[in-house]
Nanobody, 126 residues
Framework: QEQLVESGGGLVQVGGTLRLSCAAS????????MGWFRQAPGKEREFVAA????????YYPDSEKGRFTISRDNAKNTVYLQLNSLKPEDTAVYYC???????????????????WGQGTQVTVTP
């Protein structure tokens, strides 16, 4: 069983950067594909990025346009999300999640993710 703990959120100005981390406590971290999702106030939770078990494949929604980068370090049981050129609309609680099986088609499907962290708040101010 994986326990996920996010960190790195905070208050940042428009155009700023943040690096979110998600540390996993289980012994099988490298067996999971990892994803990041976010939920803004009054909105549904949405997919932000995902990465395959080895880190060789990354998935992003078309809307990101290269501002976010996901990476992982299996030796440290940690997945990262680099947030660049932040906008006020990026304000949300960011969650990491672990999934055993994902594909290009199913990567956004939240029901496939077995474990979730508690989230970390990102607030972007004008």
């Amino acid at each position: 069983q994986e326990q996920l703990v996010e960190s790195g959120g905070g208050l940042v100005q428009v155009g700023g950067t943040l690096r979110l981390s998600c540390a996993a406590s289980g012994r099988t971290f490298s067996s999971y594909n990892m994803g990041w999702f976010r939920q803004a106030p009054g909105k549904e939770r949405e997919f932000v990025a995902a990465i395959s078990r080895s880190g060789g494949t990354q998935y992003y929604p078309d809307s990101e346009k290269g501002r976010f980068t996901i990476s992982r370090d299996n030796a440290k049981n940690t997945v990262y999300l680099q947030l660049n050129s932040l906008k006020p609309e990026d304000t949300a609680v960011y969650y990491c999640a672990a999934a055993r099986q994902i594909t290009t088609v199913t990567v956004k499907r939240q029901s496939l993710y077995d474990y979730w962290g508690q989230g970390t708040q990102v607030t972007v101010t004008p």
